[in-house]
């Protein structure tokens, strides 16, 4: 069964049938699981575990993502009935832009441990399916090489401000040559947060020399080498992680990065709603809500917890997407509900990549898609832009 | 030991003496488990993985299903001691209608998956208990045989209104004829929900050609195939999934549904207070309080919570029936407590039918009843009607 | 090291290093595990699978006994200092008698199927530490060698009232005569509770003839039978199961057992502030606030939350015993803390009666007191007397 | 990479580069694991049982060992972000003194079983990383020994009362003449706790002889024996177990002990506000709100619920050690947020050293102090004094 006149836009009026039937028809099982959970182990068991766990670990004992997860089953959906959701209409407008869904895909750095082809695969698959997509500094491809593979798909470009400033205005300028639409500047991460499965492994991907391609391909980075990255990487390497990051930086130095660029810059890391005010003060027009998936700070507020909060504090013409903790529709339908204008979606995307390759993000995509897609008409809504918090009900 | 003068009415005066020494004086272990926990397991272990994954799944990553059941650990019985329970009062009226019990079997569609002997076996086991049956539009067997099974027991029509009114309105005529007392429209089910463990083994029973009977004995549906359903069963399996619901409902249409038969009718799927009087706004005498066992929206908000809400929302006269979680006696104490006019019985018999057919079902019934009949008492009740909130104390 | 000038009274002055020595001298692994939940553990491995599941199990899927644990975690002791608690009393007066400890050992029917010395071996053990001991009307020998094998140590019977009320005069009048201090009527068991564990093992003690001793002894139940017991035991066993309760109890009826004897009656499984105030208005001079270990009702509230509520409600000279949960020290000081007067402990000494016998109970009846001593030391009181709410943090 | 500049303080300006490159860049395992789960796991695994138990286990049931943990669930961290974290201060002063960190190692008694070395090991370990330590008045070597291996560190002796007041008194000017900074009297140990795996073990280090070496070289205690313990070891062992605390103190025993040094009086075991004010009262300059990590009284209140009480309930120069749960970086951030002015960290060094000795504390400590000091420039601070209770969400 086919849906060949949906096919410039293959969800949108997405019919729960077409994505049944695709395995149904067949009887087989799909090579991705569509379950996140069951995918997640499946990945558990399929790639390295360096990998593996570099991907789903999260800061000290972890006790930030257990809260992002736990979060969500405070703030349920009240279903709604007989409200015609025969067609519905996930597109929305997130920094002026048309977005065709109200999901990104959170930018993930060294994803060339996850699948050698790394981000380009994943940009293909989210041009695919046209995800907006956030390709990381530490991307495991030039940044101009993952927006060539995203062609028209809406591109934000994710800043980690680095000491040399020389280098962040050229990462800047890159990416808006390369045709980003925005700029995300992450200021969760002044320092890398404290992994314990990763220095239990005695693992950082980039002094093995991926996610650095940004950095290689800089011509301000290579300047500061005594050799070229190609003849030295761990050399390379070291500096990537000497610069990568300005734990100095204070709220004026947002405004100096807004300055870099006409792009629309947004303040990634955001869970007070003071912080989320002053971003705004500085030059920023939107915040992500998120606390790095559970990465920097253990026994964090769970950010799904901040989000309501920072939405009251901003004006109401902010964009302000959630991150941290989305893995299923219902999932996205709260943070909606809740004031999110989109929402970012991280793991399991790249659990997708690292079993399938593009495929697997692809497969990932279609199924978060259709999974939102049904949970928003179910829920009694024909159109995201509608949902609010009348949508829950909180214990 | 018998209890011979009973026979007729099997329960009602219901000795706690017979249903122990039933087993005790043989001193076998029983074919189906009592616990209805040891039942699922029993039923996992023996059962086709598809047929029961079908039965036991939930949307999403079930996070509704886990709520139902927690529910009802926020509203505990206080038992009252001394008020004379040597005889209880089972019965209830229900829509007008004297009910021996205050339960029914819940609709379950595609029963044929579970059992070759689908409803028909279900109903005998419900006659047998005068247990009233809702027969589900997607039962395995023609509703018209199904009542013949049941006989003199309360019998509900479940119906999924159809894109073609006409085949809505041949469904309804036929229940009506068949003898059928009452239509219970479910509201919940615009479009099927996201259910993971079905799509990860790439099954949807109907394509298999299950619990589609009502359709292909249906002259409406038969006129819209090209070949009798006999000669491409595939085909009408595919026109059943295209036709079965219509998402583009409206509170308006409920109106016409009801007008279409003198039968009362019931709104299933209610979870809002606006949507409970919305219905019986639009014809409906009664709702069912349900969010489909967790089947359609993923952490959605437990049924039992929604129930107080909505029975302070209705007029009192209004027929409140409450389906989601019901395992056990003390939970159906638990909803008549807070408002209910009767429960509404899942996927437990679902099982008991898998391991055993006619006897299976009717073996879940009657421990069913045993416990509720011992819960009520114990509880300090002899007469369901009585049991109101003063039975709870909620945390 | 001994602790000979103690010997008549081994705790009171009890000292913890004498508890530990005991063990730690010979540095033997104590045969019956000091930890209450590796007890229960080893008596699983240990017994009879049927007669494990009898004294384990509980009501339905057994949520009141977990509620009745959890609960405990809610009253948390704010541990005082520097109050000198080097020598502690544990004694307390209930009913007018004076109590070494306040605690009792819970009226446990069918002993014999857990080990051949049934009550006998029980009650030899409460005397070696004398520890109130409440006799079962369903003990394993008859209440009158029960007593003996007590000596001095106080002992209350406890009475179902059977439908036959002479047979329930003939009870009491027998429990007078053989120097019982006092009467405790179960008053929340008019019917067996839906046990599952035992349903699904098609196990029932007394249809094996176990637990009917003082039945069997009776003049007046003799007289019912056809034949004399001994030559006719499932007759008898039979017979027990029709006459051993009477459902169609009211308050009036309690007033009638109180008139019988001049003994104090406590009114035993009482969990509303309501009926605790009824009992003692019909003749009760005490209750027991008990769900019965969560063995009635399954979603039944937890016994310790009702407490406080029924230390409310009662005169301050009623007496209120706390049963249903008790497990360690910790747990006896929370319920005195809450108002009890004493605490009833069940399942753990069975445990160890079925694992050792008379020397079984004995060690955790040691235990037991030295948790409690050294606990009652540790939260700061030299008497359990003066154990109030100060003692208490609650969430 | 090495950071030569800083080898004199080893943390301070520590920047995470320098930890994580140290596994990193050999890609090696790190022997001691990084995550204090996995290194409980470890200890578990490669320690004798008795020792192991010994130092994990807690009172009764352990509720209240899972209480502390859990009740960092309910503080959470709200990161703050653009704030300047380059250089960290975690510096402060705690009893006039200047501590590196706000950390102490907490006194843990009879090391000895743990690893031949004890004491000096962990005091060695602490040197390294300049942490102040506790020397246990049951330490596995004499106190003089101790203070020597510390050199300049901070040092606090841990005094248990005795009987013998003598004892005390020498013990006392023992540690003054030893160079300790201040006696830390612990409240909380009249009489031993109940320890179930101890118990259950027939185990208790002291009667093996260790955690007495601070008796055995006193001359008051010696004077008590009839036989040297070098010549009869089992009787010194039983007469410390006799005189080892005095269970009949009062507040004005402490006045006592605070008059018989010039050193600061810390007051260690404080649950409830008015004994924190008790102890300042009677001659104490700080508390450590402690529960002994769940080793004294199950059912406990969790220290950190009481931090906050105890802090509003003193003057604001009294000290605050908060002492019972740490385990994490994030913990004490938690801790000193609400109001503590130190932490004291147990277990987990203490399984460094069953599992290396010097070398498993050292890196016990080097991992301990990273992660707070990476945790508070995540959280928004770059020096521990600054952190108050606006670093938190409370639930």
């Known amino acids: 069964m086919t849906d ?123 041009a695919r399916w046209d995800v907006p997509y956030v390709c990381s500094t530490q991307a495991s491809e030039p940044l101009e090489d993952v927006a060539e593979a995203l062609g028209d798909t809406p591109k934000w470009f994710q800043l980690y401000a680095s000491e040399d400033r020389d280098l962040t205005r050229s990462l800047v300028e890159r990416a808006e040559d390369a045709g980003y639409d925005a700029i995300v500047v992450t200021l969760d991460t002044p320092h890398l947060g404290w992994r314990e499965r990763d220095l239990d492994r005695g693992f950082l991907p980039f002094l093995d020399g991926d996610g650095i391609a940004n950095y290689t391909s800089d ?33 004026g130095d947002l405004g100096w990065i807004a300055e870099l660029t006409d792009l ?68 996205a339908v709260v943070a909606l509900a809740l004031g999110a204008d989109a929402v970012s979606l991280g793991r399991p995307w790249v659990y997708g990549l690292g079993l399938a390759g593009e495929d697997g993000v692809a497969s990932v995509c279609e199924n978060f898609l259709a999974d939102l897609d049904l949970t928003v008409a179910l829920a009694g809504y024909d159109a995201v832009d509608d949902i609010d918090e009348s949508a829950l009900r909180t214990s």
Chains 1, 2, 3, 4 share one sequence.
Not at 219 to 243: C, G, H, M, S
Not at 280 to 293: C, F, Q, T, W, Y
């Open 219 to 251: 011509p301000v980075f290579r300047d500061r080498l005594d050799q070229p990255p190609e003849e030295n990487p761990r050399a390379a390497a070291q500096e990537f992680v000497q610069v990568f990051s300005d734990a100095t930086l204070i709220w």
């Open 4 to 126: 060949d006149e949906d096919a410039s836009t293959p969800y949108g009026r997405h019919r729960q049938t077409t994505v049944y039937t695709t395995g149904m028809l067949t009887g087989n099982v799909p090579d991705i699981p569509v379950d996140p959970d069951r995918l997640a182990e499946h990945a558990e068991e399929e790639l390295d575990g360096r990998a593996y766990d570099y991907v789903a670990g999260g800061a000290g004992g972890e006790s930030t993502m257990r809260a992002n997860r736990r979060a969500f089953e405070d703030y349920r959906i009240v279903p709604r009935v007989m409200r015609d959701t025969g067609t519905r209409d996930l597109s929305t407008t997130v920094l002026g832009q048309e977005f065709a869904v109200p999901v990104l895909l959170a930018p993930i750095g060294a994803q060339g441990i996850i699948h050698e082809d790394g981000d380009i695969a994943s940009a293909r698959a989210a």
């Open 264 to 331: 629309p810059v947004v303040a990634k890391g955001i869970l007070h709603p003071e912080d989320a005010r002053a971003a705004l003060d500085h030059g920023a027009e939107g915040v992500v809500v998120s606390n790095h998936g559970g990465r920097q700070v253990d026994n964090a507020v769970a950010a799904l917890d901040q989000l309501p909060r920072i939405v009251e504090a901003v004006d109401e013409d902010a964009t302000v997407v959630f991150d941290s903790g989305i893995r299923r529709g219902a999932d």
